[in-house]
């Protein structure tokens, strides 16, 4: 029985990561409709484009983070970085160049930034979950 009881705390606080994790994604998607929805201006939409093409190059051209948290001489890996690089720039930079040319409110503006910055978070915490379940698993 005390066996049993050795994994739960590990089950309950992985639990509450995802939780958190679809928390903050949740409330990315929402920030993101939201700027469209309460500007009645679907223009911001764009920015979806690039968060679909976000995490193509790693799914395409990397087989694990540990590859592009390190310098390589892999052109594909080089290749991965530059393209990932220029899709998050891209996120930001389509709701500033909509904004400079008057085409969204800084409103839109914010929450689109913020809704980016979530995202990001949330990528951030989703990595940090999987390095941690690899230290796990060796225990």
Known sequence: MMADLQGYPSTCLHTGELALLAI??????VLQIL??????????????????????PLLFFTGS?????????NG??????FLTGASAIGSIAIPAILKHAGIIG????????????????????????NDDDDYYRFL
Do not use: Q
């Open 106 to 129: 800084w409103g839109a503006l914010a929450m689109e930034l913020s809704s980016y910055f979530i995202f990001v978070l949330a990528i951030m915490c989703c990595i940090r979950m």
């Open 35 to 56: 700027a469209c929805a309460l500007y009645n201006n679907w223009w911001p939409m764009l920015t979806v484009i690039m968060y679909v093409l976000l995490p193509m």
């Open 24 to 29: 903050l994604v949740s409330g990315g998607i």
């Open 65 to 73: 983070y540990a590859s592009l948290l390190s310098e390589s001489d």
């Open 76 to 81: 594909w890996v080089n290749a991965t970085k």
